[in-house]
């Protein structure tokens, strides 16, 4: 083995990309050049309201190379606590960058961004807060609230009792309430780009009733329906005051499409699968062992 070999040291590339991110409807874009400086999981129940998911997903940066492209008129910002700020689209509801000027951050939803981001997720934040049922089966580390360092309490619980006999569930600011009679007949986890960019997750989750199963008891008012213009079934529904991802009625399936995040109790169902794995996020990897299809599950 000669010197050169033995005294070779590997430096790692700088990951540096321009990276595009935009809302389900499209009217909000942004671009960020990378590196990022950290991407974590976030498992609390104002992240899980909000997105609609079972948890979500952020990569952080610095703003220097953040850029909105389009639609910041469209953007509404909700003050989830004394300190936080969560932003979406008016239009679809779809989660958007928060920025931070003080601390010169953007926080951006992983779901709503294209392509490979040259960062892995490093953490489980909030385990505490996990959604009913739901398992984490990667070998990430995993923090119950905030890492002790970080020195903050971090968001308070949004769950909220729910009546006994139903399943119930409610938006991320707590103005609408709903409740679902029976059980649910379908559950699956959606990896196709358009749940991706509207929940801003790794994938949507979303569970299926009759419609007829799906009564709203409170702030009804305050939904908002959007359909993605050229899709046969795709839209969203949400709080036009918090955002937050609420049951949406497909009449034209005669079922209820309800956001795993926006749920209070547990839907007492286990998922069919993982679709549209084909079109899934670079930087998630499945572990569960559920099955996957390449397109829509059976
Ligand atoms: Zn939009
Ligand atoms: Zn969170
Ligand atoms: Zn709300």
Same mark, same amino acid.
């Given at each position: 083995m000669s010197q050169e070999t033995d005294t070779w040291v590997h430096v790692p590339e700088v990951f540096s990309a321009r990276i595009n991110g935009a809302c389900v409807c499209g009217a909000v874009r942004w671009s960020y050049d990378a590196p990022f400086s950290s991407m974590l999981h976030c498992h609390c129940s104002i992240c899980r309201k909000h997105h609609g998911t079972l948890f979500a997903t952020f990569v952080a940066g610095t703003l220097d190379t953040f850029h909105w492209r389009a639609g910041t008129e469209k953007i509404a910002t909700w003050q989830?606590?004394?300190?936080g700020r969560r932003s979406f689209c008016t239009v679809c509801g779809s989660k958007v960058p928060t920025v931070n000027l003080d601390a010169r951050q953007v926080f951006m939803p992983a779901g709503a961004l294209e392509g490979e981001l040259g960062i892995r997720p490093q953490m489980h934040l909030f385990t505490g807060s996990r959604a009913a049922g739901h398992t984490i089966h990667d070998g990430l580390p995993q923090h119950?609230?905030?890492? @002790?360092? /970080?020195?903050s309490p971090g968001p308070p619980t949004a769950a909220r009792p729910v009546r006994a006999g139903v399943t119930g569930g409610s938006c991320a600011c707590g103005r609408m309430r709903f409740e679902l009679e029976g059980l649910p007949f379908r559950m699956h986890h959606c990896h196709c780009g358009r749940c991706r960019h509207a929940r801003g997750g790794a994938h949507g989750t979303n569970v299926i009733y009759k419609i007829e199963a799906l009564r709203y008891?409170?702030?009804?008012? !305050?939904l908002a329906d959007f359909d993605l213009p050229g899709a046969r079934f795709f839209g969203t529904s949400f709080c036009r005051e918090c955002g937050g991802a609420m049951p949406r009625r497909s009449t034209s399936r005669g079922a209820a499409v309800v956001?795993?995040?926006? !749920?209070?109790?547990? @839907?007492?169902i286990h998922p069919l699968g993982h679709q549209f794995v084909a079109s899934?996020?670079? /930087?998630?990897?499945?572990?569960?062992?559920v099955p996957q299809y390449p397109e829509a599950a059976a």
């Open positions: 989830s606590s004394a300190q119950e609230a905030y890492p @002790p360092e /970080w020195n008891t409170q702030g009804e008012s !305050l956001p795993i995040g926006s !749920l209070d109790s547990d @839907p007492r899934k996020a670079s /930087w998630y990897d499945i572990t569960d062992g």
